[in-house]
């Protein structure tokens, strides 16, 4: 149910705690009903195994004040089956009539259940976000143990590609990927994501450098899902997201929560 400045579903478990939780600030709303085109959904987990989905507006026309001013919605569905996922969209369309307008899903690759998004948004095509695709590639370059020399010669391609997203820098990205990485391990880098035009094609249209685009995603995807690790029970952490939204976000306070069962 809407509330004067948040909205909250909710669904209970055998204990009487929350087991599932959606919410969004009316900041959240009045942002995704302006730009609703393009939405990206970031999936983190907690040490518990519960899983965090963080929705945030995106789209080449899109320019906010502060890495937290592009989310949109946040949820933690109650398991990540079809059935559970299937009900954290239902929560976010009763929220948002405007998610009919919405044409572009991006997602990372580890979405599980992406037949779900597909089901929820019909008018949406499914995407690979490059946000995700450059965060995947950075992880598999550290864990792969080069020479300092070579890791520091792909991240800082990698750095490159995320200012500026060009043709040439993704081709030399994958070239330099071929000649370094163990053929073996290849695979596991997906570099042909590099050379998928439509993933990165929005990159060029951007009214914001690229590289500050990677940067406030990383900032506030990072930050939410350090909040939401720290915490035991959704309860607690819908409270401090408020609070982390009172600091990061200049609108109302967020105190006044009107809270339904799902």
């Known amino acids: 149910m809407a509330g004067p400045r948040c909205a909250l579903s909710y669904e209970l478990g055998a204990e009487g705690r929350m087991a599932a939780v959606s919410f969004q ?10 730009f609703p085109q393009a939405l990206l959904v970031h999936r983190a987990c ?3 195994g519960r899983a965090l989905y963080i929705f945030l507006a ?13 989310v949109v919605h946040i949820a933690v569905p109650r398991d990540e089956s079809a ?3 299937a009900r954290m969209c239902d929560a976010f369309r009763a929220f948002n009539p405007a998610w009919q307008r919405t044409r572009v899903l991006l997602v990372g690759p580890d979405f599980p259940e992406p037949v779900v998004l597909g089901q929820a948004f019909p008018a949406a095509e499914l995407r690979l976000s490059a946000f995700h695709v450059c965060r995947h590639l950075q992880e598999q370059i550290r864990q792969l143990g080069l020479r300092r020399r070579d890791e520091q010669l792909l991240l800082s391609t990698l750095r490159s590609i995320m200012g500026t997203a060009t043709q040439s820098k993704r081709r030399e990205m994958h070239r330099i990927l071929s000649e370094t990485v163990p053929p073996a391990l290849l695979p596991c880098f997906h570099a042909h994501w590099l050379l998928t035009d439509k993933i990165w094609a929005a990159h060029g249209e951007r009214s914001c450098k690229s590289s500050d685009y990677f ?3 990383e900032t ?3 930050r939410l899902s350090q909040v939401f690790s720290a915490e035991l029970f ?3 952490y819908v409270a401090s997201l408020a609070k982390y939204y009172q600091k990061s976000v200049s609108e109302s306070p967020l105190d006044d929560v009107v809270c339904s069962p799902a």
Do not use: I, N
């Not at 600030?25 to 302006?34: D, K, Q, T």
């Open 25 to 34: 600030s009316a900041a959240m709303g009045a942002l995704f009903a302006r």
């Open 46 to 48: 907690a040490p518990s």
């Open 58 to 70: 995106d789209g080449p026309g899109l320019a906010v004040r502060g890495a937290a001013g592009r």
């Open 83 to 85: 059935r559970g996922l």
């Open 215 to 217: 940067k406030d995603l």
């Open 220 to 222: 506030v995807t990072q």
């Open 234 to 236: 959704l309860e607690t």
